[in-house]
Protein backbone atom coordinates (compact mmCIF):
# COMPACT_ATOMS: atom_id res chain seq x y z
CA UNK A 1 0.00 0.00 0.00
CA UNK A 2 0.99 3.63 -0.30
CA UNK A 3 3.83 4.53 2.44
CA UNK A 4 1.93 8.06 2.05
CA UNK A 5 -1.88 7.48 2.76
CA UNK A 6 -2.60 6.82 7.18
CA UNK A 7 -5.64 3.94 7.41
CA UNK A 8 -5.06 3.70 10.76
CA UNK A 9 -8.32 5.30 11.76
CA UNK A 10 -9.90 3.47 9.05
CA UNK A 11 -11.93 -0.52 9.87
CA UNK A 12 -12.64 -3.19 7.27
CA UNK A 13 -15.42 -5.88 6.82
CA UNK A 14 -15.89 -8.24 4.76
CA UNK A 15 -18.69 -10.42 3.95
CA UNK A 16 -21.41 -11.95 1.42
CA UNK A 17 -25.07 -13.09 1.46
CA UNK A 18 -25.68 -17.26 2.05
CA UNK A 19 -28.36 -17.07 -0.01
CA UNK A 20 -26.74 -17.91 -3.33
CA UNK A 21 -29.24 -16.96 -5.95
CA UNK A 22 -29.29 -13.08 -4.49
CA UNK A 23 -25.32 -13.96 -4.18
CA UNK A 24 -24.81 -14.88 -7.69
CA UNK A 25 -27.36 -11.85 -8.82
CA UNK A 26 -25.08 -8.95 -7.18
CA UNK A 27 -21.50 -7.28 -8.72
CA UNK A 28 -19.57 -8.91 -5.38
CA UNK A 29 -20.68 -10.14 -2.27
CA UNK A 30 -24.10 -8.18 -2.17
CA UNK A 31 -23.30 -5.62 0.75
CA UNK A 32 -24.73 -2.79 -0.81
CA UNK A 33 -28.12 -4.67 -1.21
CA UNK A 34 -27.84 -6.21 2.68
CA UNK A 35 -27.74 -2.74 4.13
CA UNK A 36 -30.15 -1.24 2.14
CA UNK A 37 -32.46 -4.12 2.52
CA UNK A 38 -32.23 -3.17 6.48
CA UNK A 39 -32.25 0.56 5.91
CA UNK A 40 -36.03 0.31 3.93
CA UNK A 41 -37.50 -2.14 6.64
CA UNK A 42 -36.00 0.71 8.69
CA UNK A 43 -38.43 3.36 7.19
CA UNK A 44 -35.57 4.92 4.76
CA UNK A 45 -35.39 5.31 1.21
CA UNK A 46 -32.08 4.52 -0.84
CA UNK A 47 -31.31 6.31 -4.14
CA UNK A 48 -28.70 4.26 -6.37
CA UNK A 49 -27.91 4.02 -9.86
CA UNK A 50 -30.00 1.81 -12.72
CA UNK A 51 -29.74 1.32 -15.96
CA UNK A 52 -32.35 2.89 -18.62
CA UNK A 53 -35.06 0.78 -20.02
CA UNK A 54 -32.65 0.34 -23.21
CA UNK A 55 -29.37 -0.11 -21.69
CA UNK A 56 -28.03 2.27 -23.46
CA UNK A 57 -27.53 4.59 -20.52
CA UNK A 58 -27.65 4.78 -16.21
CA UNK A 59 -29.68 6.93 -14.11
CA UNK A 60 -30.72 7.26 -10.51
CA UNK A 61 -33.60 5.47 -8.79
CA UNK A 62 -35.44 5.94 -5.42
CA UNK A 63 -36.17 2.78 -4.28
CA UNK A 64 -38.88 2.32 -1.37
CA UNK A 65 -39.24 -1.39 -1.38
CA UNK A 66 -36.48 -4.47 -0.78
CA UNK A 67 -38.35 -6.31 -4.35
CA UNK A 68 -37.39 -3.21 -6.32
CA UNK A 69 -33.72 -3.16 -5.31
CA UNK A 70 -32.97 -5.19 -7.95
CA UNK A 71 -33.06 -2.54 -10.34
CA UNK A 72 -29.84 -1.17 -8.32
CA UNK A 73 -27.94 -4.73 -8.28
CA UNK A 74 -24.81 -4.94 -10.03
CA UNK A 75 -22.23 -2.23 -12.21
CA UNK A 76 -22.71 -0.22 -14.85
CA UNK A 77 -19.10 0.98 -15.40
CA UNK A 78 -20.37 4.38 -17.39
CA UNK A 79 -21.44 8.08 -16.16
CA UNK A 80 -24.82 7.91 -14.69
CA UNK A 81 -27.21 11.02 -15.29
CA UNK A 82 -27.75 12.94 -12.42
CA UNK A 83 -31.66 12.47 -12.65
CA UNK A 84 -34.18 10.25 -11.16
CA UNK A 85 -38.18 9.98 -11.67
CA UNK A 86 -40.53 10.19 -8.97
CA UNK A 87 -44.12 10.17 -9.82
CA UNK A 88 -43.11 10.26 -13.45
CA UNK A 89 -41.36 13.63 -13.21
CA UNK A 90 -37.56 13.62 -14.26
CA UNK A 91 -36.25 15.79 -11.50
CA UNK A 92 -32.61 16.21 -10.58
CA UNK A 93 -31.16 13.83 -7.74
CA UNK A 94 -29.76 16.37 -5.80
CA UNK A 95 -33.64 18.17 -5.75
CA UNK A 96 -34.92 14.98 -4.74
CA UNK A 97 -33.00 13.64 -2.14
CA UNK A 98 -33.11 17.36 -0.72
CA UNK A 99 -36.96 17.17 -0.07
CA UNK A 100 -37.25 13.17 0.91
CA UNK A 101 -34.50 14.70 3.58
CA UNK A 102 -37.11 17.83 4.37
CA UNK A 103 -40.13 15.71 4.58
CA UNK A 104 -38.24 13.83 7.65
CA UNK A 105 -37.61 10.53 5.35
CA UNK A 106 -34.09 8.75 6.01
CA UNK A 107 -32.41 8.60 2.56
CA UNK A 108 -29.25 5.83 1.81
CA UNK A 109 -27.51 7.41 -0.84
CA UNK A 110 -25.13 4.44 -3.09
CA UNK A 111 -22.82 6.54 -6.04
CA UNK A 112 -19.31 7.24 -6.56
CA UNK A 113 -17.84 9.40 -4.60
CA UNK A 114 -18.09 12.94 -7.06
CA UNK A 115 -21.41 11.92 -6.69
CA UNK A 116 -21.83 11.82 -3.01
CA UNK A 117 -19.68 15.13 -3.07
CA UNK A 118 -22.19 16.84 -5.26
CA UNK A 119 -25.10 15.52 -3.01
CA UNK A 120 -23.41 17.27 0.02
CA UNK A 121 -22.77 20.56 -2.34
CA UNK A 122 -26.15 21.05 -2.82
CA UNK A 123 -28.15 20.23 0.51
CA UNK A 124 -25.28 22.96 1.84
CA UNK A 125 -26.10 25.69 -0.72
CA UNK A 126 -29.73 24.66 0.21
CA UNK A 127 -29.10 24.64 4.24
CA UNK A 128 -31.04 21.55 4.08
CA UNK A 129 -29.95 19.27 7.47
CA UNK A 130 -27.94 16.09 6.17
CA UNK A 131 -28.50 14.32 9.43
CA UNK A 132 -30.75 11.74 7.99
CA UNK A 133 -28.61 11.25 5.26
CA UNK A 134 -26.07 8.04 4.79
CA UNK A 135 -24.04 7.63 1.73
CA UNK A 136 -22.41 4.54 0.74
CA UNK A 137 -19.04 5.32 -2.69
CA UNK A 138 -17.59 2.45 -4.20
CA UNK A 139 -14.16 2.03 -4.83
CA UNK A 140 -14.28 3.87 -8.48
CA UNK A 141 -11.76 2.90 -11.16
CA UNK A 142 -13.41 5.60 -13.38
CA UNK A 143 -16.58 5.27 -15.04
CA UNK A 144 -16.41 5.12 -18.50
CA UNK A 145 -18.86 7.03 -21.47
CA UNK A 146 -21.94 6.24 -21.28
CA UNK A 147 -21.37 6.23 -25.56
CA UNK A 148 -19.85 2.98 -24.77
CA UNK A 149 -22.88 1.40 -23.49
CA UNK A 150 -25.18 2.72 -26.20
CA UNK A 151 -22.85 1.71 -29.17
CA UNK A 152 -22.29 -1.26 -27.86
CA UNK A 153 -26.46 -2.24 -27.10
CA UNK A 154 -27.17 -0.70 -30.65
CA UNK A 155 -23.92 -2.79 -31.77
CA UNK A 156 -25.02 -5.83 -30.90
CA UNK A 157 -28.79 -5.31 -31.34
CA UNK A 158 -27.98 -4.98 -34.68
CA UNK A 159 -25.72 -8.19 -35.00
CA UNK A 160 -28.97 -10.24 -33.59
CA UNK A 161 -31.74 -8.46 -35.20
CA UNK A 162 -33.60 -8.02 -31.58
CA UNK A 163 -34.16 -5.58 -28.75
CA UNK A 164 -32.02 -6.09 -25.75
CA UNK A 165 -34.15 -7.08 -22.78
CA UNK A 166 -32.02 -8.25 -20.07
CA UNK A 167 -28.14 -6.77 -19.93
CA UNK A 168 -25.36 -7.04 -17.29
CA UNK A 169 -21.67 -6.73 -17.65
CA UNK A 170 -20.99 -8.53 -14.29
CA UNK A 171 -22.62 -11.68 -14.84
CA UNK A 172 -21.25 -14.77 -12.92
CA UNK A 173 -20.93 -17.38 -15.86
CA UNK A 174 -18.00 -19.15 -13.92
CA UNK A 175 -18.49 -17.70 -10.58
CA UNK A 176 -17.29 -14.27 -9.01
CA UNK A 177 -14.42 -13.95 -11.27
CA UNK A 178 -13.86 -13.60 -14.58
CA UNK A 179 -16.91 -11.14 -14.91
CA UNK A 180 -18.85 -11.62 -18.22
CA UNK A 181 -21.28 -9.64 -19.88
CA UNK A 182 -24.63 -11.30 -20.77
CA UNK A 183 -27.33 -10.18 -23.20
CA UNK A 184 -30.90 -11.72 -23.24
CA UNK A 185 -32.47 -10.94 -26.58
CA UNK A 186 -36.71 -10.40 -27.61
CA UNK A 187 -36.24 -13.18 -30.14
CA UNK A 188 -35.26 -15.61 -27.50
CA UNK A 189 -31.29 -15.62 -28.08
CA UNK A 190 -28.72 -15.01 -25.53
CA UNK A 191 -25.26 -13.81 -25.94
CA UNK A 192 -22.01 -13.70 -23.11
CA UNK A 193 -18.37 -12.87 -23.65
CA UNK A 194 -16.06 -12.28 -20.88
CA UNK A 195 -15.97 -8.48 -19.78
CA UNK A 196 -12.74 -7.63 -20.50
CA UNK A 197 -12.69 -9.06 -23.68
CA UNK A 198 -15.81 -7.28 -25.17
CA UNK A 199 -15.48 -3.92 -26.26
CA UNK A 200 -17.27 -2.34 -23.70
CA UNK A 201 -15.00 -3.84 -21.46
CA UNK A 202 -11.77 -2.57 -22.92
CA UNK A 203 -12.94 1.07 -23.28
CA UNK A 204 -13.82 0.75 -19.10
CA UNK A 205 -9.75 -0.46 -19.03
CA UNK A 206 -9.04 2.38 -21.07
CA UNK A 207 -11.37 5.78 -21.30
CA UNK A 208 -12.49 7.84 -18.97
CA UNK A 209 -13.29 11.72 -17.83
CA UNK A 210 -9.99 13.44 -17.50
CA UNK A 211 -10.70 14.83 -13.92
CA UNK A 212 -10.75 10.93 -12.97
CA UNK A 213 -7.14 10.93 -13.40
CA UNK A 214 -7.25 13.48 -10.33
CA UNK A 215 -9.80 12.31 -8.51
CA UNK A 216 -10.49 14.60 -5.23
CA UNK A 217 -12.37 11.87 -3.25
CA UNK A 218 -10.32 9.45 -2.56
CA UNK A 219 -8.25 8.48 0.47
CA UNK A 220 -8.79 11.24 3.32
CA UNK A 221 -11.24 12.90 1.42
CA UNK A 222 -14.33 10.69 0.60
CA UNK A 223 -17.18 12.10 1.95
CA UNK A 224 -19.43 8.78 2.04
CA UNK A 225 -19.78 7.35 5.46
CA UNK A 226 -18.77 4.11 4.39
CA UNK A 227 -17.12 2.94 0.90
CA UNK A 228 -17.91 -1.00 -0.61
CA UNK A 229 -16.10 -2.71 -3.27
CA UNK A 230 -15.15 -6.46 -4.54
CA UNK A 231 -12.56 -8.05 -1.89
CA UNK A 232 -9.93 -8.35 -4.71
CA UNK A 233 -6.64 -10.06 -3.24
CA UNK A 234 -8.75 -13.24 -1.33
CA UNK A 235 -7.97 -16.20 -2.70
CA UNK A 236 -9.93 -19.76 -2.14
CA UNK A 237 -7.38 -21.00 0.49
CA UNK A 238 -7.78 -17.35 2.90
CA UNK A 239 -10.67 -17.98 5.50
CA UNK A 240 -13.80 -15.75 4.60
CA UNK A 241 -13.64 -16.19 0.51
CA UNK A 242 -16.51 -17.29 -1.57
CA UNK A 243 -16.71 -18.34 -5.15
CA UNK A 244 -19.36 -16.33 -6.20
CA UNK A 245 -18.66 -12.89 -4.43
CA UNK A 246 -17.54 -11.37 -1.20
CA UNK A 247 -17.70 -7.47 -0.71
CA UNK A 248 -14.92 -5.32 1.21
CA UNK A 249 -16.67 -3.01 3.53
CA UNK A 250 -14.49 0.37 4.97
CA UNK A 251 -15.83 2.29 7.48
CA UNK A 252 -15.06 6.02 7.26
CA UNK A 253 -17.17 7.11 10.27
CA UNK A 254 -19.58 6.43 12.87
CA UNK A 255 -22.52 6.21 10.46
CA UNK A 256 -20.87 3.99 8.16
CA UNK A 257 -20.47 1.80 10.92
CA UNK A 258 -24.11 2.40 11.90
CA UNK A 259 -25.07 0.68 8.57
CA UNK A 260 -22.38 -1.96 9.37
CA UNK A 261 -24.05 -3.06 12.37
CA UNK A 262 -27.67 -2.79 10.94
CA UNK A 263 -26.63 -5.83 8.31
CA UNK A 264 -28.54 -8.94 9.27
CA UNK A 265 -26.07 -11.36 10.01
CA UNK A 266 -28.61 -13.95 9.87
CA UNK A 267 -28.56 -13.36 5.92
CA UNK A 268 -25.29 -11.93 5.30
CA UNK A 269 -21.84 -13.50 6.43
CA UNK A 270 -19.96 -10.57 7.69
CA UNK A 271 -16.61 -10.53 9.16
CA UNK A 272 -13.55 -8.09 10.42
CA UNK A 273 -10.84 -7.88 7.61
CA UNK A 274 -7.34 -6.80 7.56
CA UNK A 275 -8.02 -3.14 6.25
CA UNK A 276 -4.18 -2.37 5.13
CA UNK A 277 -4.45 -5.81 3.02
CA UNK A 278 -7.76 -4.59 1.51
CA UNK A 279 -6.05 -1.56 0.34
CA UNK A 280 -3.32 -3.30 -0.65
CA UNK A 281 -5.49 -5.00 -3.46
CA UNK A 282 -8.09 -2.20 -3.84
CA UNK A 283 -5.53 0.89 -5.23
CA UNK A 284 -8.33 2.87 -5.84
CA UNK A 285 -9.74 3.68 -2.74
CA UNK A 286 -6.70 6.39 -1.99
CA UNK A 287 -5.09 6.48 -5.70
CA UNK A 288 -6.29 7.86 -9.02
CA UNK A 289 -5.31 5.58 -12.17
CA UNK A 290 -3.48 6.64 -14.63
CA UNK A 291 -4.18 7.63 -17.84
CA UNK A 292 -3.81 5.50 -20.65
CA UNK A 293 -1.32 6.39 -23.56
CA UNK A 294 -3.72 5.18 -25.91
CA UNK A 295 -7.10 7.36 -24.48
CA UNK A 296 -7.05 10.38 -26.82
CA UNK A 297 -6.92 7.96 -29.72
CA UNK A 298 -9.57 6.19 -28.43
CA UNK A 299 -11.93 9.14 -27.72
CA UNK A 300 -11.00 10.42 -31.20
CA UNK A 301 -12.16 6.95 -32.72
CA UNK A 302 -15.09 6.39 -30.70
CA UNK A 303 -16.38 9.61 -31.67
CA UNK A 304 -16.10 9.43 -35.17
CA UNK A 305 -15.62 6.07 -36.27
CA UNK A 306 -17.22 4.13 -33.61
CA UNK A 307 -16.64 2.01 -30.34
CA UNK A 308 -15.63 -1.23 -32.46
CA UNK A 309 -13.14 0.66 -35.01
CA UNK A 310 -11.80 2.41 -31.43
CA UNK A 311 -11.11 -0.99 -29.76
CA UNK A 312 -9.71 -2.23 -33.08
CA UNK A 313 -7.42 0.37 -33.20
CA UNK A 314 -6.14 0.79 -29.92
CA UNK A 315 -5.59 -3.04 -29.29
CA UNK A 316 -3.29 -3.51 -32.52
CA UNK A 317 -4.31 -6.16 -34.62
CA UNK A 318 -2.17 -8.76 -33.69
CA UNK A 319 -3.69 -8.20 -30.02
CA UNK A 320 -7.05 -8.39 -31.52
CA UNK A 321 -6.86 -11.17 -33.10
CA UNK A 322 -5.79 -13.24 -30.43
CA UNK A 323 -8.34 -12.34 -28.46
CA UNK A 324 -11.44 -12.68 -30.71
CA UNK A 325 -10.16 -15.11 -32.88
CA UNK A 326 -8.13 -17.73 -31.07
CA UNK A 327 -9.15 -17.31 -27.28
CA UNK A 328 -4.95 -17.54 -26.35
CA UNK A 329 -4.66 -13.99 -25.10
CA UNK A 330 -7.00 -14.86 -22.31
CA UNK A 331 -5.80 -18.41 -21.85
CA UNK A 332 -2.40 -16.68 -20.86
CA UNK A 333 -3.86 -13.93 -19.20
CA UNK A 334 -6.06 -16.75 -16.48
CA UNK A 335 -2.88 -18.53 -16.08
CA UNK A 336 -0.35 -15.56 -15.01
CA UNK A 337 0.19 -15.32 -11.34
CA UNK A 338 -1.82 -12.07 -9.83
CA UNK A 339 1.63 -10.86 -8.49
CA UNK A 340 2.82 -11.16 -12.06
CA UNK A 341 -0.16 -9.03 -13.22
CA UNK A 342 0.07 -6.65 -10.32
CA UNK A 343 3.91 -6.03 -11.43
CA UNK A 344 2.81 -5.26 -14.93
CA UNK A 345 0.33 -3.05 -14.27
CA UNK A 346 2.94 -0.87 -11.96
CA UNK A 347 5.68 -1.03 -15.08
CA UNK A 348 2.90 0.63 -17.16
CA UNK A 349 1.83 3.10 -15.73
Known amino acids: MDSKFNSSKLTAYSGFFHDKEKLVQSASGGG ?30 CVDTPEDLVKLKGSKYIESKKVVVINDSTIPVYKAIGEKLQSGIKVLLIGLGCDVAGVHAYLDSQKID ?18 VAKQYIENLEKKFKSKIISFSVRYKKKGWTPPYIFALFENGKSYDIPFYESDYGYAFSIYTRRACYNCKFRGDNHQANLTIGDYWGLTDKMEGYNPDGVSIFIVNDTKGQELIDSIDKDTFSLAPADVDFALAHNTNYYACR ?11 DLKTKGLHFATKNSYGRVKYFLIRQTGLYTTIRSLTPMPVKRLIRKLRA
Not at 39 to 58: E, L, M, P, R, W
Not at 290 to 300: C, G, I
Open 32 to 61: ATAISEEFIKNGGVVFGVTYSQDFKSAQFA
Open 130 to 147: RSKLYAIDLICHGPTSSE
Open 290 to 300: KPHPNRDQFEK
